[in-house]
């Protein structure tokens, strides 16, 4: 599975709360991303890294900021969580050039109450 | 952006039969196309991939097809088996543009149920 892990695995917080999710590779992948899943949804873009202090925003970035200090480390935060922001949420990482393949972590699951 | 469309949303098979699952995407910069299978509470897991420089590629009893022209891709199971049941997702990619690798969009999935 690539190396990949989340921490916390399962969160339950209250709106208004900051929430920050982690996610950790021991692979030396350069990519990084957050997706969050829904129901009827799939999986959406939050946030992506293309490298240590670089980040670009995905198709459903409102609400949420990453931060990219490490290689190994890419950090999801929710400034002030809301019910909208349950899901679970997915981190995966790439390779640089040629490989494409994406490898996913196990999952956060937050529920905002 | 890119929008991918998945169909069929469930599909239900006798075991020992063959699957298909159709995508459909928007946009023509696209030139990865993934799949992942995923198992009940566990996370996406890549099954098999295609690059737009190809049309058909193989690995076992799964194939996945690519037509360009017409902007759609299928993954095939042959022989399905129980382990066979989970909820499949394909997905697309302009892949690495400028500076960095671009994110996956992905279809909503559709659930494999594989009856005995």
């Known amino acids: 599975d690539a190396g990949i892990t989340q921490s916390p695995r399962h969160k339950v917080t209250e709106t208004g709360t900051p929430v920050t999710l982690r996610c950790h590779q021991t692979?030396?992948?350069?990519?990084m991303y957050w997706y969050r899943q829904d129901p009827g949804h799939g999986l959406r873009l939050i946030h992506y890294s293309y490298g240590v202090k670089d980040t670009d925003k995905g198709e459903v970035s409102d609400g949420y900021s990453v931060s990219r200090s490490k290689t190994e480390d890419f950090l999801l935060t929710l400034e002030s969580a809301t019910s909208s922001q349950t899901s679970v949420y997915f981190c995966a990482s790439a390779l640089a050039e040629p490989a494409y393949e994406q490898y996913f972590g196990p999952g956060t699951r937050l529920t905002v109450t | 952006g890119e929008n991918v469309e998945q169909h069929p949303s469930t599909l239900s098979v006798q075991e020992g039969d063959s699957a298909v699952i159709k995508c459909t995407y928007s946009?023509?910069?696209?030139?990865?196309f993934p799949w992942y299978k995923q198992e009940l509470g566990k996370r996406p897991q890549l099954i098999i991939d295609?690059?737009?420089?190809?049309g058909e590629k193989k690995d076992q009893r799964i194939a996945v097809t690519l037509n360009k022209t017409a902007k759609h891709f299928s993954l095939h199971i042959t022989e399905t088996q129980p382990e066979d049941s989970a909820v499949y997702f394909c997905a697309a990619s302009t892949g690495y543009s400028g500076g960095g690798a671009d994110g996956l969009t992905f279809g909503k999935g559709t659930h494999l149920i594989i009856q005995p």
């Open positions: 946009d023509s910069a696209s030139n990865y």
């Open positions: 295609i690059r737009s420089n190809v």
């Open positions: 692979e030396n992948h350069r990519y």
